[in-house]
Every structure is written in C-alpha cells, then in structure tokens.
C-alpha cells in the first residue's frame, strides 16, 4: 500500500508534516498520529465538493508550514510534541464507492495495528464506515464507543436504492457489530431527518443522540459530561466522527447540507480538544468540508483547526496536562 500522495492537487502534506509510506513498518510504529485522505464525495445526497476537502484542510493556514504549530492554552506544540505524518490521499475512484470505501478501511487498518492514531480527512461522511471499521478491526468489534459531532444521525438505511453513502455510515457500523449502538453518542443533531421509522430504528439500538435543543438547555460541558460516562462503559476506545456542518453554516458555509442553528466554531474547538485530552481516542475523522460551497475558506480554516485541537488534546494528555491553562501566556509551558 504504497502512499499515493495526491489524488487532487500537489502533494503537500499537513501543515508541513514529514510524508509516510503506509508499507513503511518502522515509520508507522514511530509515529502518534498518522493523517490519511480520504479524497471521496460519491456517497453525497445534495451538493458535491467534499473530495477536494482533505486539500483544503491540509493547506488553510496564514502561518508556515513549518511542522510546528504551539498552542497558546495548553503550552503544547502538537506537531513537535507528538509524532505526526502524513501518509497523503487513499486512492477512491469517483463512482466506486464499495472498492474506495474498501481501499480506505485497509489503510486506516494499518495505521491503527501500526499503534498510531489515524486522522482522516474527508470527503463525505460515507468514509466514517471505513475509518470506524478499520480502528474497531484493531482494538475489537465493539470495544470501541464513538463520540458524533452533525447536523444530522446518518443512521439511514437504503437511500438511492445503495446501502452505503453519506447518510448511512452509522446505522452500517452498529449492524456490522463494528461498534455498539448504545455507545453511540451523537452531538448537534438538528433539522427535519431522519424521520420517524428511523428514529425507532435509533431507539431500539439505543443510541444517545443531544440534539441542538438539550445542549442548548444544558450546555454542552454538561451533555459532554454525560457522554464521556457512557462512551467509557465497557469500551477501550473511542473513536472522534466531525461533520463540519454540525456547526451552524455561519461558521461553516462550505457543506453540503447546511441546516441552521448549530454550534459554534469556538463550541467545536472546545469540545474536540477536552476530548481528545480526556478520551482514549483511537480514531478520528474530520469530513463534509466542500471548498466549492467555502466563502473565504471559513470552513477550511475551522475544519484545520478541528484537527490542530484534536492534535493538540493529544499532545497535553500525552505529557499529563489535564487542563488548559488559565494564567498569563508569557509564563511559558
């Protein structure tokens, strides 16, 4: 599985990061995190684009790409601090959506035997089936619980008369036995789908869905509170699912299906870094950026900032910061 490099675009990689070769053994095992493309956008029901995202998200950035990005809160330097590579795009064909699918499932399989964290950037959401599978193959088919940030529950069932696509990833990974349905946690939900049948489906798996109206009344400190209590239950891991359009389009224009009243981009952040510092997280996948529909890249620079935080909650719990910081910056780490 030699790196492919690029699928759209020059081959950069993220942030400046050094390039890995996903048959390189030694390099897999020396590294923390390893970010992997996933270049694919034939699972989408409305607007296309998401198949130029995993370049956007590499390259958004007004500073450097010199491999080191400090932190001003945590007094961490996510690229320095930990071990990050980039092995560059999974080859994913427009129009072979179950041989993409498959190419992406033994790549982030490596990463994951490997001992390393797979960081995928999508694409559209029909890739969280192989990104959760791939991470689940490793650490155990339903050892890991996932924490799932998005406008809407992707727990359809047959939609354009195919079992795979964007709004279907989830209900395919509790049906495999690749993750359990009761710890399934899902953040923002919003909007008029799914619909009643699916929404039974999701109840007879128990699936835990906060949607927008209970983080709202709550908080979302508190709906993540309760989250973390579940996610740990019986699971070794957790896998980190981000659709960009969990946000509110204000803060992420550039998706496919905006719905309106989401979190904020500050909400997002917060939300991504206490997780990957508190959480064992084996996985994470940050998707639905779609640059043709971005206005002044907002939602390229949000969705490569979701990966600096996760990077960098990483980092903190790696040297045992369990805090952000709360004293003057000039004190230094």
Known sequence: MT?????????????????VD???ATSLAAADVVVVGAPFDGGTSHRPGTRFGPQAIRQTDYLPHDGSRPHL??????LQDIRVVDAGDVEMPPGEIERSLGALE????????????????GGDHSIALPDATGVARHHGFG??????????????????GSLYGHGQPMRRLIESGALRGDRFLQMGLRGYWPGPETLGWMAEQNMRSYEMTEIGKRGLEACLDEAFEIA??????????????????????????????????RQLLDAVRRICRELPVAGIDVVEV?????????????????CLEALSGLAARKHGISHDPAGPLLEGR
């Open 3 to 19: 790196r492919y490099g690029p699928q759209f675009g020059p081959d950069i990689t993220f942030l400046g990061v050094d390039p």
């Open 22 to 24: 996903l048959d390189d």
């Open 73 to 78: 809160a945590l007094r961490v330097d996510a």
């Open 106 to 121: 033994q790549a982030v399989y490596a990463v994951a035997s490997a001992g390393a964290i797979p960081l995928i950037l």
């Open 143 to 160: 050892k890991v619980s996932m924490i799932h940030f998005d406008a809407h529950a992707d727990t359809g069932d047959i939609e354009f």
């Open 232 to 265: 740990l239950d019986e699971c070794d891991a957790v896998f980190l699912s981000v659709d960009i359009d969990v946000c509110d389009p204000g803060h992420a224009p550039g998706t496919g299906t905006p719905e309106p009243g989401g979190l904020s981009s």
């Open 290 to 306: 779609s640059p043709p529909y971005d206005h002044a890249e907002i939602t390229a620079f949000l969705a490569n900032r979701v």
